[in-house]
């Protein structure tokens, strides 16, 4: 699987890269509709099942494209670089193609449809925020937005500012105060995608989707994986996240990680083979974004204020 990274310095490159990557993503969900299709045809149950792949396969998708090319189109691309944002990709490129190969067979759109796309305008956004404090534990190099680039973002992402630069304000205000901003606690991931719950959304409203099955809590990131795990449970109720193995103790720690904070992110670290220097995430610009608000932002010490406050 690629890496998030930027997706090349120059326009050209970036367009040939989306457009590759556009492809590559509609292949294989036509793919899907066909042999949906022809299962289809074989009566209303494969029908319904054919439909309930379509759904699936285009969700689990979606959540893999927002993870890698989210972060890498709106965050790690240079600003000059940059055609057009994250949303305007997904919706144009993929979420239309994706529409109107549908209409082609006459199968109606996934039942989450509006709630994808209320989703292309904030979820890539959280999840930036947590592979940037989780930086460790991946072994990708991630850094903060500049004030331009944020900028570019609200324009972008109206509302922006308000849902998610708040929390990069108090990351960058860490870093000034020479505290690097680090995780305290492993995330949650969810039981169908396992993808980190980090959960900010506009509105700062933190929603988990939780299912009990004989006592034990699945944890989903949102109703759609939620609903992919109600139809095939007994497929996945076994299967044990990282953090869930972690937290039943089957991940073998020493006791000094029980009691050290870091020591713990650590042996964590190690346990997922990223052994030697560099392996682990870091930032590589080693805070500076975020002493280019202290030096080039006069709104950065009022939005920090307000943010306090709050
Ligand atoms: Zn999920």
Redesign the pocket.
């Known amino acids: 699987m690629d890496k998030p990274k930027s997706l090349g310095s120059n326009p050209e490159e970036v367009k040939s890269e989306l457009a590759r990557r556009a492809e590559l993503i509609s292949t294989r969900l036509k793919r899907t509709i066909e042999f949906a299709n022809k299962l289809g045809k074989r009566g209303r149950q494969l029908k319904e099942a054919a439909e309930y792949y379509i759904a699936k396969s285009f969700w689990l998708n979606w959540?893999a494209i927002a993870a890698l090319t989210g972060p890498s189109m709106d965050y790690l691309t240079p600003l000059d670089g940059r055609i057009m944002s994250f949303r305007e990709f997904i919706t144009e490129w993929v979420g239309a193609q994706f529409k109107r190969q549908l209409e082609d067979y006459g199968i109606e759109l996934p039942w989450y449809w509006k709630y994808w796309e209320e989703e292309t305008k904030w979820w890539h956004h959280s999840f930036e925020l947590g592979i940037y404090l989780w930086r460790r534990t991946l072994n990708i190099h991630n850094r903060g937005p500049t004030p331009e680039e944020r900028r570019w973002l609200e324009e972008k992402y109206p509302g922006w500012e308000e849902n998610f630069g708040r929390y990069w304000d108090l990351y960058a205000k860490n870093y000034i105060e020479g505290r690097p901003p680090l995780p305290k606690t492993a995330p949650l991931l969810?039981n169908?995608?396992q993808?980190p719950l980090i959960s900010i959304k506009p509105g700062r409203h933190v929603v988990i989707y939780q299912k009990e099955i004989n006592g034990r809590v699945y944890n989903?990131?949102?109703p759609v994986?939620m609903w992919i795990f109600e139809q095939e449970v007994e497929r996945y109720k076994g299967h044990m996240t990282y953090v869930d193995r972690m937290a039943a103790m089957k991940i073998k720690l020493s006791p000094e990680a029980l009691t050290n904070i870091e020591r713990l992110w650590d042996e964590i670290i190690w346990n997922m083979g990223f052994t030697e220097a560099g392996e682990a995430g870091l930032d590589p610009t080693n805070g500076a974004w975020a002493l280019l608000y202290k030096e080039k932002d006069p709104e950065y010490q009022k939005r920090i204020a307000k943010w306090m406050e709050a």
């Open positions: 959540r969810c169908m995608c993808v989903f990131c949102s994986c």
